[in-house]
């Protein structure tokens, strides 16, 4: 009964949080701005923003999906605010950026972008990636350190907020 009840708030928080953000919210926008998206070509380059577009969603989705079992697997929780992970989780996606889970969205949003070319999609995209760096940087990241204090300060010196870095830094010996 326990698993179920965990199942269930595991899927709640992808339907609200998520799903609303990926799907529903650029479906709306593609809906009333049906005017005002594609690329205005049919060429082999129509298909090839669309094949890269797909690729890129992909691989937003199986980074979401990676968090989201750390998440349960390891942090004893959910991506949601209302039952978020008891752990600190560091390890998998989480070597690589301290907010897996909302990269794996902003790729997401961003293979949106590529397939669709619309503005309306292009300006939610812009705005969920500010407000989000925002959110992260003056409300969540200092709720974290007061609750998992010198482990998160650590963690976060060690590893990018949202993007990984490309090359590693060079250790001082």
């Given at each position: ?83 978020p992970?008891?752990?600190l ?57 007061k ?25 001082s010996?």
């Open positions: 009964m326990k698993k179920q009840a965990s199942l269930l708030s595991h899927i709640v928080a992808v339907l609200v949080l998520p799903f609303n953000v990926t799907v529903i919210i650029p479906a709306l926008l593609l809906y009333f701005f049906r005017n005002n998206y594609g690329w205005g070509t049919e060429s082999i380059l129509f298909y090839m923003l669309i094949l890269v577009g797909t690729l890129i969603i992909s691989c937003g989705l199986l980074l979401l999906a990676l968090t989201i079992r750390q998440f349960a697997s390891r942090g004893k929780g959910t991506l949601a605010p209302w039952n992970p008891r752990k989780v560091v390890d998998s996606p989480y070597n690589y950026t301290r907010n897996p889970m909302i990269s794996a969205v902003i790729i997401i949003l961003f293979g949106e972008v590529i397939i669709f070319g619309s503005i309306p999609l292009v300006l939610w995209f812009v705005y969920f990636t500010v407000t989000n760096i925002i959110y992260i940087k003056y409300r969540e990241e200092p709720g974290l350190e609750l998992f204090g010198e482990d998160y300060r650590q963690y976060k010196k060690r590893v990018p907020r949202l993007f990984p870095r490309v090359l590693s830094r060079k250790r010996s």
